[in-house]
């Protein structure tokens, strides 16, 4: 089926950048919608940010959790089976285990939508 690995995670000063990368393997990459989570210490897993399926699209249909619009940035490229998640100006309470999802269905902004996850990238912003 779908095996997820992502990378890019690390430790990382309160204002500075990561790209995290989550590379599919097994199925058809471009079908399926993608999207990222998160999970801290003692909380409950969050949705960061999604990108439907590429098929039948004109353009990307992307959407994020509310408050991290603008600092966090979610692509993909089809022709590396490779999702990206680009964040920028980061706080300390973006520390978390970062979780890349995939999902033969709709983009969702729910957990149980997804049906394959990675084992997850360590993110610590320090102060």
């Known amino acids: 089926q779908v095996q997820l690995v992502e990378s890019g995670g690390g430790l990382v000063q309160a204002g500075g950048s990561l790209r995290l990368s989550c590379h599919a393997s097994?199925?058809?990459?471009?079908?399926?919608?993608m999207g990222w989570f998160r999970q801290a210490p003692g909380k409950e897993r969050e949705f960061v940010a999604g990108?439907?399926?590429?098929?039948?699209?004109?353009?990307?249909?992307?959407t994020y959790l509310d408050s991290l619009k603008g600092r966090f940035t979610i692509t993909r490229d089809n022709a590396e089976n490779t999702v990206y998640l680009q964040m920028n100006s980061l706080k300390l309470d973006d520390t978390a285990v970062y979780l890349c999802?995939?999902?033969?269905?709709?983009?969702?902004?729910?957990?149980?939508?997804?049906?394959?996850w990675g084992q997850g990238t360590q993110v610590t912003v320090s102060s």
């Open positions: 999802a995939a999902s033969t269905l709709v983009l969702s902004k729910y957990a149980r939508s997804y049906t394959y």
């Open positions: 097994g199925g058809t990459f471009s079908d399926y919608a």
């Open positions: 990108i439907a399926a590429s098929i039948n699209r004109a353009g990307p249909i992307i």
